[in-house]
Each structure stands twice: as C-alpha cells, then as structure tokens.
C-alpha cells in the first residue's frame, strides 16, 4: 500500500518534469510562444486544483477504488492525446484530461493515508511517501534530457502513457478502504456541500493557506526554470536536466528532516525555522541569482528543502484537524496548494525581462505573507486548534 501511494503520488511531478527539458523544443514545433507553451503547465495545474475538490466528496459517497480507476483510465487515454497532438491547442486539450485524472488519482491517494493509518505510524507514512514522491521530480527531468537525444518531445508523453497504464492495472486490483458504513449517504450535489462544510473552518483554511504560501514559489521556479537556465544562462537542454535533477533531490532530505526536528522542536519553532530559511533563500536569489547557473541552483536550494519540511507538517496538521468527510478536507487540502501553484507558475513566466528577479521577488513576498498570516493565527484571529498535534503556535 506505501509503496503504491508513493507511485501515485508520483504522477504529478512526472506530468510536468519529464517534458520540461522539450519546452524549448515545443515552442519550435508548435511556433507557440513561451507563454502558450507554459501555459500547458499552467492549465494542468488549475484544473488539476479544481478536480481534486470535485472527486473527493465523490470519493466519499462512492469509495474510492471506483474514482482511483476512473482517474487513470483517462490519464492514460489522456497521455496518448498529448503524444499525438498536432497543434500547441490539442495538446492543451490532452494536458487538461490529465489534470481532470490527475485530481482524481491524488485525492484517492491522500484519503487512503488516513483510511489505513493513526497516530505516529500516520506521520512515518507521511513522511516516507513525501521522501519517495521526489524521486520523480530528481530523476524526471533526467529521463526527459536523456530521451531527446534519441526522440522528439512527444517520448515524454508516450512514457507518461505507459506509466498510466501501469497506474491502471494495479488500480483494478485495489482493495477498497472506505466501508459502506462510514460513505456519505446524501445525493451527489448535496455530496459537494461538504466542501462548504470545510471551507468554513477558518482556522483550518488559515492553517491551509499559510503553508501554502510558504511552498507556492516553488511552482514559479518550475515554469520558470527552463528559460532560467537554458535561456538565460545558455545551458542545454541536457545540463539544464542535471540541474533540475540537483536541485530536485535536495527534496529527499526535507521529509527526513521533518521527522527528525519533529522529535525535538514545537510546531511553533518548527514553522519558526520554515520560515527563517524561506526568506533567506529569497533574499540570496535577488541578490546573487544572476551570477550564474551554479550560484543560482546554491541559493535556491534551502527553499526547495524547506518546501520539503513543510508538504508532510502541513499534510499531518490539517489531517489531524479532519475527523470526517476525510475524502473532502483531503481534496481541500490538496486543491489549495495547487490553485496557488498554477497562479505561482503563471506569474514565473511573466515578461520579466529577468526571470531569476522575478523569481526572487515571488519568494519574498509569499513568505512575507505567509509569515503575516501565522502571526494573526498566533492572535487566535481564525479560533483555535481542534488538537494539539493540529496546533501551530505552539
């Protein structure tokens, strides 16, 4: 079960990081512009965001073996669309069936975590599923520059294709986690009410939306990357992939190092240093990003590690906090940070003129504000805590 929610939970990074080093490539082929092209990572994540609050309440009425098969079922039909595209808006098309599935496959996946396991053993399958989940943004953008020296972009989705089928298979042999006696018994539409339901926890939503903030930058720099350092500092597309792939294993140690500081500091300290190593390492891109590849990768490095530390705090305090409909708050959970990425990757694509400054300056102003709204969750502005390990100020 651990082994095969960390695969799922591989499929997003893989959706966007495998084609990345063929964005240039893309853009040729199609004569689309750098922002058509990045809008194929834009749309995926926005209707990613919008699909994962519209299959957890499902999840919860039907199960979720039904919607994990559902969801990739179409992922697959989905990739071989984005393979075959002939024009930049066929692929948008196939890019947002993979979304639609991606939600789907993703609210499942964070639902069963919380179906199978309590307690410690919950925050050990947290943290151990984060670590694994990173192997596909460290070894994706690897297999993507690899691919093109032999085939075109369209490798990248044909692989994407046989990944869905595999995710297809071994779906059809999931066992179901959530019993008929613990489903939502209401219609459909009254089933998409629950979501109001969470929406209305203000101290859950400020929770949600303050750990959002301090992680969002990191989608900027994804849609950003390419044209950083192949645009701006002359990498190919294989150097670039190296790159990405060094930067992306810096991931593997957040989770571990989050189960290590949770042994000794509070919550409160734990965000405390969050927030401290954001700011610094926006602070270090504005100001010493443009001197070139490697000390760009150096100075971004301690945000994607803390981005790291703060995915499982941020998963295991808002679960703690979800007692019921555990399928909707999952998709919540999940749909916030991904709304907030798709605005984060739309705004690291911008016009700059310089993307490494427009890139610091999102870091420093969502961990500004992120920062902002822990001190009115530490003024009780939003209520209080349901449970200790649920509460952030202290």
């Not at 919550?267 to 504005?286: E, K, P």
């Amino acid at each position: 079960m651990i082994a095969y929610i960390a695969f799922v939970n591989m499929f997003v990074p893989l959706s966007t990081d495998v084609y990345l080093p063929a964005l240039p490539e893309m853009g040729n082929y199609f004569s689309a512009s750098e922002f058509l092209v990045g809008l194929t990572l834009t749309i995926f994540f926005f209707t990613f965001a919008v699909s994962m609050v519209l299959f957890g309440p499902l999840s919860d009425k039907f199960g979720r073996r039904p919607v994990l098969i559902f969801g990739a079922a179409t992922y697959t039909a989905a990739s071989l669309i984005c393979a075959a595209a002939a024009n930049i808006y066929i692929m948008l098309i196939g890019r947002f069936l993979q979304a639609v599935a991606s939600g789907a496959v993703i609210t499942v996946a964070t639902a069963v975590i919380k179906d199978c396991f309590r307690g410690r053993v919950m925050t050990k399958i947290l943290a151990i599923t984060q670590a694994l989940g990173v192997i596909a943004p460290m070894v994706a953008p690897l297999v993507g520059g690899l691919m093109l020296t032999f085939t075109d972009w369209r490798g990248s989705f044909l692989l994407l294709t046989l990944l869905g089928a595999v995710n297809l298979t071994v779906a059809c042999l999931f066992t179901e986690t959530l019993p008929e006696s613990k489903r939502y018994r209401g219609n459909i539409l009254r089933s998409l009410t629950l979501l109001v339901g969470v929406a209305r926890k203000k101290y859950f939503m400020a929770v949600l939306v303050m750990f959002t903030l301090l992680s969002a930058p990191f989608m900027a720099y994804l849609s950003a990357s390419s044209f950083i350092y192949v645009g701006q500092f002359s990498l190919s597309a294989q150097e670039y992939s190296v790159f990405f792939a060094v930067n992306a294993s810096a991931s593997i140690a957040g989770p571990l190092l989050y189960l290590r500081l949770k042994n000794f500091l509070s919550n409160a300290r734990l965000l405390l240093v969050c927030f401290v190593t954001a700011a610094v390492a926006g602070i270090l891109v504005l100001t010493v990003g443009n001197a070139g590849a490697v000390t760009f990768l150096l100075s971004f490095v301690p945000f994607t590690v803390i981005g790291a530390v703060a995915r499982p705090f941020a998963m295991q305090t808002l679960l703690m906090e979800s007692e019921q409909n555990v399928g909707t708050a999952s998709s919540v959970i999940n749909f916030v940070p991904t709304l907030f990425g798709s605005l984060g990757m739309m705004l690291g694509t911008l016009p700059w003129g310089n993307f490494v400054d427009g890139l610091g300056l999102i870091m420093v102003t969502a961990t500004a504000l992120s920062i902002t709204l822990w001190i009115l969750i530490r003024l009780k502005i939003f209520g209080s805590a349901r449970s200790e390990a649920g509460d952030v100020t202290k």
